[in-house]
T-cell receptor, first 111, second 115 residues
C-alpha cells in the first residue's frame, strides 16, 4: 500500500526565515510526486511534479527536490502570503492517474 | 492554465434530501475526473475515479448508491449525495486530468452541511 508522510505537521516561520518541508513516501513504482498548496476553504493549487530522483524544480521562493525515498519543499525567504497548507502526493505506475496524498504541512509565516 | 470549477461552493440541506455538486473543466477536456472528500485539518481522501462515458470506480468503503457519479461529457462530472445525513457533512473537492501529462487540477471545493 502506498504511504505518504509529511513533516512537520505545522511550521511557524518569521518572514525571511528559510526552511524545508519533508515528504517521505513508499510506493511501488513511482510515476510522479506532486506538490500542491491549499489555502483554507479552497481546493489544492498545483505547484510541481517530480518524476525521478535528482530532479529539482523551482517557482519563485519554492524549490522542490526528489530522492528515492523523500521529497523536500524548500522555502527561501518566505513571506506571509506563503502561509498555507502544503500537500504532497504520489502516483503509482498503473494507477490510472490516482493520487495518494499526505496529511500536509500547515505553514504560517509571521510578518 | 487549467481551470476547474465547482458549483455550488456551499450548500446546506436537511437530512434525507439529495444534493448535486457539479465539476467542470473550463478550458480543457478532462478524460478523467476524481472526487475527493476532506475532513477538517485532514488530507484528501479519494472517493471515486470517473471516466467520461463509463461507470465510476469507487474506492473501498465508499457507497456507490449513496454517492452517485455521472461523467456525461469531457468537461462535466456530477456527484450526487443521496439521502444525505449529518455525517455526510464535509468538504468535497473534484479534480480533472488531461489526456496528456499526469497533473490533476483541482476545483475550489464544495462545503456541504447536512442539518
Amino acid at each position: 500500500e502506498d504511504q505518504v508522510t509529511q513533516s512537520p505537521e505545522a511550521l511557524r516561520l518569521q518572514e525571511g526565515e528559510s526552511s524545508s518541508l519533508n515528504c517521505s513516501y513508499t510506493v511501488s513504482g513511482l510515476r510522479g510526486l506532486f506538490w500542491y498548496r491549499q489555502d483554507p476553504g479552497k481546493g489544492p493549487e498545483f505547484l510541481f511534479t517530480l518524476y525521478s530522483a535528482g530532479e529539482e524544480k523551482e517557482k519563485e521562493r519554492l524549490k522542490a527536490t526528489l530522492t528515492k525515498k523523500e521529497s523536500f519543499l524548500h522555502i527561501t525567504a518566505p513571506k506571509p502570503e506563503d502561509s498555507a497548507t502544503y500537500l504532497c502526493a504520489v502516483r503509482r505506475s498503473g494507477s490510472a492517474r490516482q493520487l495518494t496524498f499526505g496529511s500536509g504541512t500547515q505553514l504560517t509565516v509571521l510578518p | 492554465g487549467a481551470v476547474v470549477s465547482q458549483h455550488p461552493s456551499r450548500v446546506i440541506c436537511k437530512s434525507g434530501t439529495s444534493v448535486k455538486i457539479e465539476c467542470r473543466s473550463l478550458d480543457f477536456q478532462a478524460t478523467t475526473m476524481f472526487w475527493y472528500r476532506q475532513f477538517p485539518k485532514k488530507s484528501l481522501m479519494l472517493m471515486a475515479t470517473s471516466n467520461e462515458g463509463s461507470k465510476a470506480t469507487y474506492e473501498q468503503g465508499v457507497e456507490k448508491d449513496k454517492f452517485l457519479i455521472n461523467h456525461a461529457s469531457l468537461t462535466l462530472s456530477t456527484l450526487t449525495v443521496t439521502s444525505a445525513h449529518p455525517e455526510d457533512s464535509s468538504f468535497y473537492i473534484c479534480s480533472a486530468s488531461r489526456g496528456a501529462g499526469n497533473e490533476q487540477f483541482f476545483g475550489p471545493g464544495t462545503r456541504l452541511t447536512v442539518l
